[in-house]
């Protein structure tokens, strides 16, 4: 079961670039890592997918290590409105429902 | 505009009663999910349905029933069951399992 692991909360000040780490130890291998924001009183909202190495859109970059036990969300120059919590999700077409694990997210603070 | 559609955004039960969280997709996408989600807490997986006539439990399906009669309709029953129902409860679509999700905006479910 491919559960994650995120830091519970992270500060950051405007335009700085933040990186949020995800652990999933038992990654299996048809397993894809899926990001997500939410905002308060909202349904989550996709960011970006990866499966292997570097992936990047218009929003953000996700770092996978060769391994692929953990992943890096990193968001660059970030301003007030990026404040929200951000979900690491692992999964595939190949796993049961469990696998659909969002866990507790990281709470991302920008401060002025 | 392609999207999920939850209703209704507020919802109040009664003690012993029975209530129905709506959710309707016109994305055409084969997947659908329900997660409850506490407060400061993470998404976690109440029902999964992969097809039409199809669904799978999550962690958490005690208290709760589901429908898959329609690709776009994937209605959620708290039962009298559920204890403690009090909640936010966020529908999602997605064309796969190992696709984004897409969420709706949420049904806030409150004991009168």
């Known amino acids: 079961l491919a559960k994650t692991t995120q830091p519970i909360s992270m500060d950051s000040y405007e335009g700085q670039e933040v990186n949020i780490t995800c652990s999933h130890n038992?990654?299996?291998?048809?397993?894809?890592i899926t990001w997500y924001q939410q905002f308060p009183s909202q349904g989550p909202r996709f960011i970006i997918q990866?499966?292997?190495t570097k992936v990047t859109n218009e929003v953000a970059s996700l770092f996978i290590p060769a391994d692929r036990k953990s992943s890096t969300l990193s968001l660059p120059r970030v301003s007030l409105s990026d404040t929200a919590v951000y979900y690491c999700l692992v999964g595939s077409d190949l796993t049961g429902a469990n696998n659909l694990f969002f866990g507790t997210g990281t709470r991302l603070t920008v401060i002025p | 505009d392609g999207g999920i559609t939850q209703s209704p955004k507020y919802l109040f039960r009664k003690e012993g009663q029975n209530v129905t969280l709506s959710c309707e997709q016109n994305?055409?996408?084969?997947?659908m999910y329900w997660y409850r989600q506490d407060p400061g807490q993470g998404l976690r997986l109440i029902y999964y349905?992969?097809?039409?006539?199809?669904?799978q439990k999550g962690d958490i399906a005690e208290g709760y029933s589901v429908s898959r009669e329609k690709k776009e309709s994937f209605p959620l029953t708290v039962t009298s069951a559920q204890k403690n129902p009090t909640a936010f409860y966020l529908c999602a679509s997605s064309p796969g399992r190992t696709k984004p999700q897409h969420f709706g905006d949420g049904t806030r479910l409150s004991i009168l």
């Open positions: 990866g499966y292997k």
């Open positions: 349905s992969q097809i039409v006539n199809d669904f």
């Open positions: 038992n990654i299996a291998t048809n397993d894809y």
């Open positions: 994305l055409n996408h084969d997947a």
